[in-house]
Protein backbone atom coordinates (compact mmCIF):
# COMPACT_ATOMS: atom_id res chain seq x y z
CA UNK A 1 0.00 0.00 0.00
CA UNK A 2 1.65 3.67 -1.51
CA UNK A 3 2.57 5.45 2.07
CA UNK A 4 0.54 8.42 3.32
CA UNK A 5 3.75 10.58 4.55
CA UNK A 6 7.16 10.31 2.80
CA UNK A 7 9.87 12.23 1.21
CA UNK A 8 11.65 13.06 -2.63
CA UNK A 9 15.20 14.20 -2.93
CA UNK A 10 15.58 16.22 -6.53
CA UNK A 11 18.52 17.59 -7.63
CA UNK A 12 20.18 18.98 -11.39
CA UNK A 13 22.54 20.15 -13.49
CA UNK A 14 24.70 17.44 -12.55
CA UNK A 15 26.63 17.07 -15.73
CA UNK A 16 30.10 15.80 -15.43
CA UNK A 17 29.85 13.61 -12.32
CA UNK A 18 30.25 10.89 -14.54
CA UNK A 19 33.98 11.55 -14.26
CA UNK A 20 36.49 12.92 -11.70
CA UNK A 21 38.52 14.18 -14.70
CA UNK A 22 36.20 15.65 -17.03
CA UNK A 23 36.66 19.38 -16.01
CA UNK A 24 37.73 21.25 -13.35
CA UNK A 25 34.37 21.88 -11.75
CA UNK A 26 34.18 19.82 -8.35
CA UNK A 27 30.79 18.47 -10.03
CA UNK A 28 32.32 14.44 -9.23
CA UNK A 29 32.52 15.20 -5.68
CA UNK A 30 29.01 17.35 -5.19
CA UNK A 31 27.16 14.31 -7.23
CA UNK A 32 28.75 11.84 -4.93
CA UNK A 33 27.89 13.71 -1.86
CA UNK A 34 24.74 14.46 -2.67
CA UNK A 35 24.49 10.30 -3.39
CA UNK A 36 25.51 9.62 0.34
CA UNK A 37 23.50 12.21 1.65
CA UNK A 38 20.42 11.16 -0.48
CA UNK A 39 20.57 7.55 0.71
CA UNK A 40 20.97 8.44 4.38
CA UNK A 41 17.63 10.24 4.69
CA UNK A 42 16.18 7.23 2.95
CA UNK A 43 13.31 8.78 0.10
CA UNK A 44 10.89 7.31 -1.51
CA UNK A 45 12.37 7.97 -4.65
CA UNK A 46 15.00 10.60 -6.37
CA UNK A 47 14.63 12.83 -9.15
CA UNK A 48 16.99 14.47 -11.58
CA UNK A 49 16.16 17.40 -13.46
CA UNK A 50 17.84 17.11 -16.26
CA UNK A 51 21.89 18.15 -17.60
CA UNK A 52 22.54 14.86 -16.53
CA UNK A 53 25.63 14.52 -18.98
CA UNK A 54 28.12 16.69 -20.54
CA UNK A 55 26.60 15.96 -23.99
CA UNK A 56 24.62 13.32 -25.48
CA UNK A 57 27.36 10.57 -25.67
CA UNK A 58 27.14 6.80 -25.18
CA UNK A 59 29.99 6.74 -23.06
CA UNK A 60 28.52 9.75 -20.83
CA UNK A 61 25.51 7.98 -20.43
CA UNK A 62 26.42 4.56 -19.49
CA UNK A 63 29.26 6.25 -16.81
CA UNK A 64 26.74 8.45 -15.65
CA UNK A 65 24.39 5.41 -15.10
CA UNK A 66 27.12 3.33 -13.33
CA UNK A 67 27.02 6.59 -10.77
CA UNK A 68 22.92 6.86 -10.13
CA UNK A 69 23.52 3.26 -9.08
CA UNK A 70 24.61 3.84 -6.23
CA UNK A 71 21.17 5.18 -4.87
CA UNK A 72 19.67 2.84 -3.01
CA UNK A 73 16.02 4.57 -4.11
CA UNK A 74 14.65 4.19 -7.45
CA UNK A 75 15.86 7.13 -9.42
CA UNK A 76 13.68 8.87 -12.28
CA UNK A 77 15.36 11.39 -14.82
CA UNK A 78 14.52 14.05 -16.74
CA UNK A 79 15.99 15.01 -20.29
CA UNK A 80 18.02 18.30 -19.89
CA UNK A 81 19.50 20.21 -23.08
CA UNK A 82 22.85 18.83 -22.73
CA UNK A 83 21.49 15.53 -22.47
CA UNK A 84 19.77 15.72 -25.64
CA UNK A 85 23.26 16.87 -27.82
CA UNK A 86 24.38 15.09 -30.74
CA UNK A 87 22.38 11.67 -30.56
CA UNK A 88 21.25 12.00 -27.01
CA UNK A 89 17.58 11.64 -26.84
CA UNK A 90 18.35 8.27 -28.56
CA UNK A 91 20.88 7.07 -26.23
CA UNK A 92 18.56 8.37 -23.68
CA UNK A 93 15.73 6.54 -24.27
CA UNK A 94 17.48 3.01 -25.11
CA UNK A 95 18.62 3.59 -21.69
CA UNK A 96 15.64 5.28 -19.49
CA UNK A 97 12.56 5.00 -21.93
CA UNK A 98 10.17 7.27 -23.00
CA UNK A 99 11.38 10.96 -21.82
CA UNK A 100 7.71 12.42 -20.58
CA UNK A 101 5.97 9.92 -18.50
CA UNK A 102 3.72 9.95 -15.14
CA UNK A 103 3.73 8.31 -11.94
CA UNK A 104 0.82 7.54 -9.05
CA UNK A 105 2.06 7.30 -5.36
CA UNK A 106 -1.29 6.95 -3.43
CA UNK A 107 -3.11 10.49 -3.46
CA UNK A 108 -0.01 12.09 -5.24
CA UNK A 109 0.65 12.21 -8.92
CA UNK A 110 4.16 12.97 -10.37
CA UNK A 111 4.07 14.21 -13.87
CA UNK A 112 7.82 14.16 -15.65
CA UNK A 113 8.16 16.48 -19.10
CA UNK A 114 10.44 17.25 -21.78
CA UNK A 115 11.43 20.45 -22.40
CA UNK A 116 15.30 20.04 -23.35
CA UNK A 117 14.31 21.92 -26.31
CA UNK A 118 12.66 24.62 -24.26
CA UNK A 119 9.47 24.07 -25.76
CA UNK A 120 6.86 20.73 -25.79
CA UNK A 121 5.73 19.15 -29.22
CA UNK A 122 2.31 18.97 -29.71
CA UNK A 123 1.79 15.27 -28.59
CA UNK A 124 3.48 15.98 -25.44
CA UNK A 125 1.17 19.27 -24.89
CA UNK A 126 -1.93 16.55 -25.94
CA UNK A 127 -0.46 14.55 -23.59
CA UNK A 128 -0.03 16.82 -20.27
CA UNK A 129 -3.70 18.43 -20.75
CA UNK A 130 -4.66 14.53 -20.37
CA UNK A 131 -2.80 13.69 -17.39
CA UNK A 132 -3.69 16.81 -16.07
CA UNK A 133 -7.24 16.30 -16.27
CA UNK A 134 -6.84 12.70 -14.92
CA UNK A 135 -5.11 13.24 -11.73
CA UNK A 136 -7.49 16.37 -11.36
CA UNK A 137 -8.54 13.90 -8.01
CA UNK A 138 -4.60 13.65 -7.02
CA UNK A 139 -1.96 15.96 -5.39
CA UNK A 140 -0.14 17.17 -8.68
CA UNK A 141 3.30 18.02 -8.75
CA UNK A 142 5.44 18.56 -12.02
CA UNK A 143 8.95 17.97 -13.13
CA UNK A 144 11.00 19.34 -16.11
CA UNK A 145 14.53 21.03 -17.06
CA UNK A 146 13.78 24.38 -18.06
CA UNK A 147 11.88 26.42 -15.77
CA UNK A 148 8.50 28.24 -16.87
CA UNK A 149 9.84 31.26 -16.23
CA UNK A 150 13.22 33.04 -14.53
CA UNK A 151 12.20 34.08 -11.27
CA UNK A 152 15.23 36.29 -10.87
CA UNK A 153 14.49 40.15 -11.66
CA UNK A 154 15.23 40.83 -15.25
CA UNK A 155 16.30 37.33 -15.70
CA UNK A 156 14.92 35.58 -18.85
CA UNK A 157 16.82 31.99 -18.89
CA UNK A 158 13.64 29.85 -19.12
CA UNK A 159 11.93 27.97 -22.06
CA UNK A 160 12.33 29.54 -25.39
CA UNK A 161 8.68 29.20 -26.40
CA UNK A 162 7.56 31.76 -24.02
CA UNK A 163 3.54 31.69 -25.49
CA UNK A 164 4.02 28.12 -24.61
CA UNK A 165 5.40 28.74 -21.20
CA UNK A 166 2.53 31.15 -19.93
CA UNK A 167 0.12 28.43 -21.62
CA UNK A 168 1.93 25.73 -19.02
CA UNK A 169 1.21 28.31 -16.15
CA UNK A 170 -2.30 28.62 -16.56
CA UNK A 171 -2.65 24.54 -17.63
CA UNK A 172 -1.25 24.38 -14.14
CA UNK A 173 -3.10 26.59 -12.32
CA UNK A 174 -6.33 25.54 -13.80
CA UNK A 175 -5.43 22.18 -12.62
CA UNK A 176 -4.56 23.46 -8.91
CA UNK A 177 -0.78 21.79 -9.38
CA UNK A 178 1.02 21.59 -5.47
CA UNK A 179 4.15 22.21 -7.20
CA UNK A 180 6.42 22.56 -10.15
CA UNK A 181 10.62 21.38 -10.30
CA UNK A 182 13.06 22.21 -12.28
CA UNK A 183 16.73 22.89 -12.88
CA UNK A 184 18.86 24.87 -15.59
CA UNK A 185 19.70 27.74 -13.08
CA UNK A 186 22.27 26.61 -11.47
CA UNK A 187 21.50 27.57 -8.15
CA UNK A 188 18.31 27.41 -5.67
CA UNK A 189 14.83 29.81 -6.03
CA UNK A 190 11.77 29.63 -5.80
CA UNK A 191 8.86 31.56 -6.53
CA UNK A 192 4.67 31.47 -6.55
CA UNK A 193 2.12 31.93 -9.30
CA UNK A 194 -1.33 32.17 -8.48
CA UNK A 195 -0.79 29.55 -5.85
CA UNK A 196 1.11 27.31 -7.64
CA UNK A 197 4.49 26.75 -5.91
CA UNK A 198 7.85 27.14 -8.40
CA UNK A 199 11.18 26.01 -7.46
CA UNK A 200 14.65 25.58 -9.47
CA UNK A 201 17.51 23.20 -8.24
CA UNK A 202 20.61 23.36 -10.30
CA UNK A 203 22.93 23.05 -8.14
CA UNK A 204 24.81 19.16 -8.45
CA UNK A 205 27.95 20.38 -9.03
CA UNK A 206 27.83 22.67 -12.16
CA UNK A 207 29.37 26.20 -12.30
CA UNK A 208 27.13 28.32 -10.17
CA UNK A 209 25.04 30.86 -11.58
CA UNK A 210 25.92 33.62 -8.91
CA UNK A 211 28.13 34.01 -6.23
CA UNK A 212 25.06 33.67 -4.03
CA UNK A 213 24.50 30.26 -5.01
CA UNK A 214 25.03 27.60 -3.59
CA UNK A 215 25.55 23.29 -3.80
CA UNK A 216 23.00 21.60 -2.94
CA UNK A 217 19.38 19.31 -3.53
CA UNK A 218 16.25 19.20 -2.66
CA UNK A 219 14.14 17.66 -0.15
CA UNK A 220 10.69 17.62 -0.79
CA UNK A 221 8.34 16.17 2.06
CA UNK A 222 4.91 14.94 1.91
CA UNK A 223 1.85 14.68 3.95
CA UNK A 224 -1.62 14.26 2.65
CA UNK A 225 -2.29 17.59 0.78
CA UNK A 226 0.39 19.16 2.76
CA UNK A 227 4.62 19.27 1.58
CA UNK A 228 7.65 21.07 2.25
CA UNK A 229 10.33 21.65 0.17
CA UNK A 230 14.07 22.21 1.97
CA UNK A 231 17.47 22.95 0.25
CA UNK A 232 20.09 20.64 1.74
CA UNK A 233 23.59 22.30 1.22
CA UNK A 234 26.36 19.95 -0.05
CA UNK A 235 30.12 20.88 0.31
CA UNK A 236 32.65 20.08 -2.55
CA UNK A 237 34.93 17.60 -0.54
CA UNK A 238 36.59 14.63 -0.78
CA UNK A 239 34.32 12.09 1.53
CA UNK A 240 35.11 9.28 3.24
CA UNK A 241 33.29 6.87 0.75
CA UNK A 242 34.76 8.72 -2.10
CA UNK A 243 38.34 8.33 -0.43
CA UNK A 244 37.88 4.51 0.56
CA UNK A 245 36.74 3.97 -3.40
CA UNK A 246 39.47 5.58 -4.86
CA UNK A 247 41.72 4.11 -2.39
CA UNK A 248 40.44 0.35 -3.68
CA UNK A 249 41.14 1.39 -6.74
CA UNK A 250 44.55 2.50 -6.50
CA UNK A 251 45.18 -0.59 -4.38
CA UNK A 252 43.78 -2.79 -7.05
CA UNK A 253 45.84 -1.26 -9.96
CA UNK A 254 49.40 -1.91 -7.89
CA UNK A 255 48.46 -5.19 -7.21
CA UNK A 256 48.04 -6.01 -11.07
CA UNK A 257 51.03 -3.96 -11.48
CA UNK A 258 53.09 -6.44 -9.27
CA UNK A 259 50.97 -9.24 -10.53
CA UNK A 260 51.88 -8.29 -14.32
CA UNK A 261 55.55 -7.60 -12.96
CA UNK A 262 56.24 -10.87 -11.48
CA UNK A 263 54.24 -12.72 -14.76
CA UNK A 264 56.15 -11.17 -17.27
CA UNK A 265 59.82 -11.83 -15.43
Known sequence: MPPQDFSVALFGDCQGADNPLTSLRPTYLVFNNIIEQVNKT?????AVLGDMVSSGRAYHYYRFRRQLSRLHSPGYVVLGNHDAKYNGRQIFKFI??????????GANAFIFLDNA?????????????SQLRESSSCHIYVFMHQPVFDPRPGGNYAMNDREQAARLQELFRAAKVKAVFASHLHGFYQAEDAGVKYYITGGAGSTLTSPQDYYHYLRLDISGPIF???????????????IARWSAAALALLALAILTFFAVR
Open 96 to 105: FGPAYYSLII
Open 117 to 129: EGSLDAAQLTWLE
Open 228 to 242: KVSAVKIQPHLSPAV
Open 42 to 46: RPYFT
